[in-house]
């Protein structure tokens, strides 16, 4: 005999589970309480559930199972709604468990209750209550199956305290096996016909269920046919984009070479990618049912194909089937794609030659001083933010997983995702970069990198605003400033105080070596860039946004 909350522990572990991030509550003290004998699961205690939520989803992101969240009800539920969110939009496989208060006090509105499957079950894949501690087994594997199968996503699980106080004489069943679909020997035919046609194809490639081996399969397909692949918003590790085949990032700020690429696009195949609004630069860009383009979309859910985009092939697979198929895939001739596709790099690559900003410091040349000293396979995580365009545009990745940003678009996203991936990844370099709005959303997280000794590195961009916001506003309204300046703590302090190594950059000479301490540091540390308000973007300072904006007026 044993509890429920033992019950439920061993349920996770008989799932691979070996991690799981919390913030401790009354309400699921039989669970903690099961944790405390399974040394083979670690419990990493965070400061805030949101933080929570984004390292479980990050843990997700990294490993392709479940990441794993507790948290208790009411205000811990709603913060860790964040994180639920990005898994959802991110199509990341996450679990997030839920205490809630006991079963005989249910509809009365009783301590922080809530109704969780009204709450949760738009937001997530599904949404359900325990209240039979003998089904917990049963519901833990219907959530794993949820969160793997079609288009992963996150599941919420409530956990009534009196069921999982509850005793039992239940015993773990077998982990869960989602199907997973492939792709249909027709279709593939229908492909190989239709790229033997095409004059100007072109992958785009993102979404869930990718791999070291799916990376490496899509390289040598690209490499065999010299096919032209750009990446969906967020996606630019799925690509080494030091291949000949790598023709730029698809999401903010779409270099217009790239976009007009797309445009021109006889085939498009896209792989994995939704196809969402950043993507598609609103659903424009490529032209819903234009009869000049062609458009292969291969996804693992049923239900996305033809949601927005109407394909002409549409093939329900996932990446790791569609793929390993693309290795028998043999049009009529080989293809000559040759000039199109090296056209294509030659644009990407001019993009990669610096634009001076205004300022001090130069994020520019920061990014390309970090790449040349960050060691190989290296993990990049950042938030949302104008910041995040230096990144998106000066930092080739080489290595799949060796960035973690939110499609999402959450600001408070870096800390806590650095902080999942070191924990899994601790012989790897761990940078998180943050803009001075998006630190302060969860830069308590630093507590927990301290607790657990990970020495991370967190570059917080400070110019003292909400930038993107900023720049929205002055395309909109012009000299209007109202409700995007910001007034800042010292971040280095900040950092000394929670038991880390802080320093500050104000010119750009001063960032390498404050970045290689940062490298050799034995706890975390925390590098502030002051950076020039002026320097909104890396190809259009505030002012040219503002005069632009007033001239159009």
């Not at 982990?175 to 100007?200: G, I, K, Q, T």
């Not at 424009?284 to 062609?294: F, G, I, L």
Request: proline letters at 6%; one cysteine or more.
């Amino acid at each position: 005999m044993t509890h429920g909350g033992r019950i439920l522990v061993d349920q996770l572990r008989a799932n691979g589970v070996d991690t799981v991030y919390c913030v401790p509550g009354e309400s699921y003290l039989a669970a903690l309480d099961g944790l405390y004998d399974r040394s083979d699961i670690r419990t990493v205690v965070c400061r805030q559930e949101g933080g929570a939520a984004m390292m479980a989803e990050a843990h997700g992101k990294l490993t392709g199972r479940p990441g794993i969240c507790f948290v208790t009800r009411g205000p811990g539920a709603t913060n860790a709604a964040i994180g639920v969110h990005i898994a959802r939009q991110d199509s990341t496989p996450m679990i997030l468990f839920v205490g809630l208060p006991a079963t005989g006090v249910a509809d009365r509105e009783a301590f922080q209750e809530f109704d969780l499957t009204t709450t949760f079950g738009a937001l997530g894949k599904w949404a359900g209550v325990i209240n039979d501690a003998d089904r917990i087994p049963e519901y833990v594997n219907r959530a794993f199956n949820a969160a793997l199968s079609g288009r992963p996503g996150p599941v919420v699980i409530g956990l009534p305290e009196d069921v999982l106080s509850r005793t039992g004489n239940v015993k773990p069943t077998g982990e869960a096996r989602p199907a997973y679909p492939s792709p249909r020997a027709a279709d593939m035919a229908v492909l190989a016909e239709r790229l033997f046609e095409a004059n100007r194809p072109l992958a785009i490639i993102g979404g869930p269920g990718w791999s070291t081996a799916v990376k490496s399969r899509l390289e040598a397909f690209a490499s065999r046919f010299d096919l032209p692949v750009g990446v969906a918003f967020r996606y630019q590790d799925y690509f080494d984009n030091t291949h000949p085949s790598y023709v730029g990032h698809i999401g903010i700020g779409l270099a217009p070479t790239l976009c007009e690429r797309i445009e021109k696009a006889d085939l498009l195949l896209v792989l994995g990618a939704r196809l969402g609004e950043i993507t598609t630069q609103g659903y424009r860009v490529p032209e819903r049912n234009d009869p000049s383009q062609y458009l292969v979309h291969v996804h693992p859910s049923a239900d996305e194909l033809g949601s927005v985009y109407q394909a002409n092939l549409p093939i329900c697979a996932t990446a790791e089937t569609f793929t390993a198929a693309l290795a028998d895939l043999k049009p009529r001739e080989a293809p000559d794609w040759a000039l199109w596709r090296t056209s294509a790099r030659e644009d990407y690559e001019a993009l990669l030659e610096p634009k001076t900003t205004p300022g001090a410091v130069k994020l520019e040349t920061i990014m390309q001083q970090m790449s040349d000293m960050l060691p190989e396979g290296a993990i990049i995580t950042n938030g949302a933010g104008n910041y995040t365009a230096w990144i998106h545009r000066y930092r080739q990745f080489t290595s799949y997983r060796s960035h973690l940003g939110s499609t999402a678009g959450a600001m408070g996203y870096g800390v806590p995702a650095a902080i999942a991936a070191k924990h899994l990844h601790p012989e790897r370099t761990v940078v998180a970069f943050a803009g001075d709005g998006c630190f302060l959303m969860n830069g308590q997280e630093m507590a927990t990198a301290a607790q657990y000794g990970l020495p991370i590195i967190i570059v917080v961009i400070n110019n003292a605003m909400y930038g993107t916001i900023r720049m929205h506003q002055e395309r909109a309204y012009p000299d209007r400033v109202m409700a995007t300046s910001l007034m800042n703590p010292d971040f280095a302090a900040m950092a000394q105080s929670f038991g880390g190594h802080g320093e500050v950059v104000e010119r750009t000479a001063d960032f390498e070596p404050a970045f290689e301490r940062a490298l050799h540091a034995d706890r975390f540390t925390l590098i502030e860039v002051r950076t020039d308000p002026n320097a909104l973007t890396p190809v259009a300072s505030l002012e040219e946004i503002r005069d632009a904006s007033l001239k159009e007026k």
